[in-house]
């Protein structure tokens, strides 16, 4: 029943800039932390941005200047703001949550959004 769903993926050339959505919805009691993630062909799974429930954020050195992850709690939805974008942030950008229920919590996983960036 509960869904991240991920949107604002796309296209774009060297120095370009994109932001991605990602709404959770069923059930949740509260969001504990929510990121994003990135996986390129053949390498592994890397953080890229998270924000924890007290607002606290967390970005990858690689990322650092150029992305903010932000939140609208009213939404339960956050986002990713990447600003200069070059080759190297190409890949497949999973929205990743933590959310409370009554009694547990989980981690969740969106489907993905592909990001292209070409020189």
């Known amino acids: 029943q509960v869904q991240l769903v991920e949107s604002g993926g796309g296209s774009v050339q060297t120095g370009g800039s994109l932001k991605l959505s990602c709404a959770a919805s069923g059930g949740i009691f509260s969001i504990n932390a929510m990121g994003w993630y990135r996986q390129a062909p053949g390498k592994q799974r890397e953080l890229v941005a998270r924000?924890?429930?007290?607002?606290?954020?967390n970005d990858a050195d690689a990322v650092k200047g150029r992305f903010t992850i932000s939140r609208d709690n009213a939404k339960n939805t956050v986002y990713l703001q990447m600003n200069s974008l070059q080759p190297e942030d190409t890949g497949v950008y999973y929205c990743?949550?933590?959310?409370?229920?009554?009694?547990?919590?989980?981690?969740?996983w969106g489907q993905g959004t592909q990001v292209t960036v070409s020189s």
């Open positions: 924000i924890t429930s007290g607002g606290t954020t």
């Open positions: 990743y949550a933590n959310l409370g229920f009554i009694g547990r919590s989980a981690d969740y």
